[in-house]
């Protein structure tokens, strides 16, 4: 019989619902983008009319940024608490991977659309993205589920 997680079996099938729970919770984060970036050159002097001219461009870039980010995020994705947990366990499995194109196959098949249920990274995409061929990448994916339930299993044992 197997170890239960939470009276669940620990099986390839569990940890690879895990993973695919915290990939939704990664893809409810906010995604801002990169901060401004400060500087440390001092003020250009200007006259008022220049002043007045970059307030008014500012006022307008606000705007448009606020008009664009209600088209945009118009829905916006919650993570449940189980998602969440679900990804605390991945970040700690990830060390248990061997080397970084087997975390990077497994970080890049969690996702999946969260509408259309379909992976957002298709095995050909995966392939390529770590330079071998699209069966090597899937057995090196089943390798990984089978070395993250053998760990855990291990573990909560």
């Not at 990830?94 to 095995?123: C, I, Q």
């Not at 070395?147 to 573990?155: E, G, M």
Request: include cysteine.
């Amino acid at each position: 019989m197997a170890i239960k997680i939470d009276g669940t079996p620990v099986t390839v099938g569990y940890v690879k619902e895990r993973l695919e729970q915290a990939g939704y919770a990664l893809q409810c984060l906010p995604g801002d983008g990169p901060q401004e970036y400060g500087s440390n050159w001092p003020d250009i002097p200007r006259t008022s009319v220049e002043t007045w001219i970059l307030q008014l461009q500012a006022e307008q870039d606000v705007e448009v940024k606020r008009v664009m980010s209600e088209e945009v995020n118009r829905v916006r994705l919650h993570a449940t608490r189980e998602q969440i947990a679900a990804l605390d366990d991945y970040l700690k499995w990830r060390a248990w991977l061997p080397d970084n194109k087997t975390k990077k196959v497994v970080a890049m098949r969690m996702f999946r659309h969260p509408v259309g249920e379909r992976y957002l990274y298709s095995w050909p995409r995966v392939a390529k993205e770590i330079g071998y061929g699209v069966r090597w990448a899937r057995e090196l994916h089943e390798r990984a589920l089978q070395i993250i339930s053998d760990n855990a299993r291990k573990i909560a044992a």
